[in-house]
């Protein structure tokens, strides 16, 4: 049934968008690292590439999901993730 099998791409749209979403909010700068692995330990940093170039592709899907959906839930999570963006502006460019 088309009902159904559109009900669980949701779930699974959502627990993607919810891992990228939280690779941002586990740390103290609320950005994500470039690189981040997955390991039977779970989900680990590349200690060498902690840095964030500000790359748009979780607030792009979340704002998708959330026009889907209307779940307030994607706005309040890419807000976030702006936010923490802002917070890295300097006077002449994003740092």
């Given at each position: 049934c088309a009902a159904t099998e559109?009900?669980?791409l949701l779930?699974?749209?959502h627990g993607l968008a919810q891992t990228c979403a939280h690779m941002y909010f586990r740390t103290a700068s609320d950005l994500a690292p470039e690189i981040s692995r997955f390991s039977a330990g779970g989900l680990r940093d590349d200690h060498g590439s902690m840095h964030n170039i500000l790359r748009p592709e979780t607030v792009e899907s979340l704002a998708l999901l959330w026009r889907a959906t209307g779940w307030q839930i994607y706005r309040n999570?890419?807000?976030r993730?702006?936010?923490a963006f802002s917070r890295m502006k300097t006077?002449?460019?994003y740092a």
């Open positions: 559109d009900a669980w779930v699974v749209a999570w890419g807000q993730i702006l936010s006077p002449h460019a």
